[in-house]
């Protein structure tokens, strides 16, 4: 294990955690009202690890909607999860395959971006580098919601605070992130557009998949720009 690069990915994740933190408070407190026991939230939250799937699948269960409907909406919620593998998967390609099985059960929103912005600046992304990102991420992670599910009727409604707005306006700086990128803007209002027109005529959740395969067909269809300029050699791992 290199020290540099467990640093290097628990100081990256930091970031993340500061506007993710009250997602994770959101999703406990909402548990826990829905009246799961702490336990079944603990093991939820370890075994699934994707808060927003999870928010639906509660919502629609307190609804008591057919079985069908819980999968194929969260799967819609997740469908970006296979846009997240494919792409990555050039980054990863020397990881061996129990490595990216692991990978890919740590593979959330955070972790996709930051491990992909980390690459293309041209340097290795070494496993080491990888779990100590994604673990420092998914014990925090594990911490907040239980935060969440024992002190969360203090609280209150987290979402009547505002505070489930700092995970949106991290995804916001996220899409930023990769502004530089060829065929960004056409892509995003592409996305935008699409999404917001799903919002209204479809409804939640399919608006996500929507908007991101709408995103998909336009960077499709667009011309190839300039060949990118060869990165700088990688830092030894």
Request: hydrophobic share 55%.
């Amino acid at each position: 294990m290199n020290r540099e690069e467990i640093w290097a990915g628990m100081r990256a994740a930091v970031p993340t955690l500061l506007s993710s933190l009250p997602f994770g408070v959101l999703l406990g407190a909402v548990s826990a009202n829905m009246g799961l026991s702490l336990a079944e939230i603990v093991m939820m939250n370890m075994t699934i690890y994707a808060g927003a799937s999870q928010l639906v699948g509660l919502e629609l269960f307190k609804h008591n909607v057919a079985p069908w409907l819980v999968v194929a909406s969260i799967f819609a919620v997740n469908f970006r999860h296979i846009l997240y593998s494919a792409a990555i998967t050039k980054h990863i390609d020397h990881f061996s395959f129990g490595q990216k099985a692991l990978a890919f059960f740590l593979l959330v929103d955070p972790q996709f971006a930051e491990s992909v912005k980390r690459s293309e600046s041209g340097k290795t992304l070494t496993m080491t580098w990888y779990l100590a990102f994604g673990l420092t991420f998914y014990a925090v992670w594990q911490i907040t919601c239980i935060l969440g599910a024992v002190f969360g009727k203090l609280v209150g409604d987290p979402r009547a605070l505002g505070l489930d707005v700092l995970l949106t306006v991290y995804f916001l700086g996220l899409v930023l992130g990769f502004r530089a990128k060829d065929k960004w803007l056409p892509t995003v209002i592409a996305s935008a557009v699409a999404s917001t027109a799903a919002w209204h005529f479809v409804g939640s959740p399919w608006h996500v998949s929507i908007g991101a395969l709408a995103g998909i067909v336009v960077a499709a269809g667009l011309p190839l720009g300039p060949a990118p300029e060869p990165l700088p050699s990688p830092e030894a791992a």
